[in-house]
């Protein structure tokens, strides 16, 4: 199992980036994925969420009405455009896909995180 970011880099403040997660190794569709991000010193902390069908999403407050999260399930592909960028904006940001089965009526949980890629938003 993979998922792969792409997409980062550095852009100044009041830009743009398109970041995106690629999966393989797993049945896509099924699984919600999110983005987080942590930057230096701080903890890691959930960014936007969308639903395994793509119908349902959330954000977290500071970044609402700036970053958008789709996927594309055909191409195994979730992505995270991000506008109006902010230097508080800069940190890594991660990729996490979960599904929960129930499985002879226990839940079992699985979990996956891709490697990162770093956003830097500076003048």
């Known amino acids: 199992v993979q998922l792969v970011e792409s997409g980062g880099g550095l852009v100044r403040p009041g830009g743009s980036l398109r970041l995106s997660c690629a999966a393989s190794?797993?049945?896509?569709?099924?699984?919600?994925v999110s983005w987080y991000r942590q930057a230096p010193g701080k903890e890691r902390e959930l960014v936007a969420t969308?639903?395994?069908?793509?119908?349902?999403?959330a954000y977290a407050d500071s970044v609402k009405a700036r970053f958008t999260i789709s996927r594309d399930n055909a191409k195994n592909t979730v992505y995270l455009q991000m506008n109006s960028l902010k230097p508080e904006d800069t940190a890594v940001y991660y990729c996490?896909?979960?599904?929960?089965?129930?499985?002879?009526?226990?839940?079992?949980?699985?979990?996956?995180w891709g490697q990162g890629t770093q956003v830097t938003v500076s003048s």
């Open positions: 996490n896909a979960v599904q929960i089965m129930v499985i002879a009526g226990a839940q079992k949980r699985y979990e996956y």
């Open positions: 190794g797993i049945t896509f569709s099924r699984y919600v």
């Open positions: 969308i639903a395994s069908a793509g119908g349902s999403t």
